[in-house]
């Protein structure tokens, strides 16, 4: 079986995150760029790569909430 990990910890856990894809609860895209900055068994790069996932994250939410209120303001001016 495919292994994304060395570490079955980080295996694990990298799968539980992907699993989370279908629900929309993550992006398949951001978790194997994550994946890329992680090195096996280095907590500190596990912690780096999805707290800047999570923040780009937040930075597209942010976006997405900027252009969903200013197309309402566009369409209800018109």
Request: overall charge negative; some cysteine; hydrophobic content about 45%.
């Amino acid at each position: 079986m495919f292994k994304f990990s060395k570490s079955e910890f980080f295996d694990f856990e990298f799968l539980r995150v992907l699993h989370a894809a279908p629900f929309h609860g993550s992006e398949i895209g951001e978790c194997l760029v994550a994946r890329a900055k992680i090195s096996d068994g280095n907590p500190e790069s596990w912690y780096h790569a999805w707290t800047a996932e999570a923040e780009r994250a937040v930075s597209a939410g942010e976006d997405a909430v900027m252009f969903a209120a200013l197309l309402r303001c566009i369409l209800y001016n018109n």
